[in-house]
Nanobody, 125 residues
Framework: QVELVEAGGGLVQAGGSLRLSCAAS????????VAWFRQGPGKEREFVVTITWARITLYAASVKGRFTASRDDAENTVSLEMNSLKPEDTAVYYC???????????????????WGQGTQVTVSS
């Protein structure tokens, strides 16, 4: 069992920055792909970025160039640096751990078994 706790959300003006963190416990993240998803008001949960066990990153087109994911396996944490934030980035952000070690399907929500409780990010215009 893996427990994930996100932190770092908040209210920021458009153009501002936030850094989200996700701390894992119960099992080492090493060997597992970790992803960030988000769910805006009245919207489906959508893929934001994934960072694999090999630190390969895959970003959604909407955040590419503005968001940067990183991981520290020694600390069992994953971070998401978000810059040039836009009102449309407003959402609850979730980190998730892939269900299979060295697994594929990096942007598929169904590939992820463990989810955090989410952290709210609100970007005002």
């Amino acid at each position: 069992q893996v427990e994930l706790v996100e932190a770092g959300g908040g209210l920021v003006q458009a153009g501002g920055s936030l850094r989200l963190s996700c701390a894992a416990s119960g099992r080492p993240l090493s060997g597992y792909t970790v992803a960030w998803f988000r769910q805006g008001p009245g919207k489906e949960r959508e893929f934001v970025v994934t960072i694999t066990w090999a630190r390969i990153t895959l970003y959604a087109a909407s955040v590419k160039g503005r968001f940067t994911a990183s991981r520290d396996d020694a600390e069992n944490t994953v971070s998401l640096e978000m810059n040039s934030l836009k009102p449309e980035d407003t959402a609850v952000y979730y980190c998730a751990v892939h269900s299979v070690k060295y697994g594929s399907g990096w942007s598929d929500r169904e590939s992820y078994k463990y989810w955090g409780q989410g952290t709210q990010v609100t970007v005002s215009s």
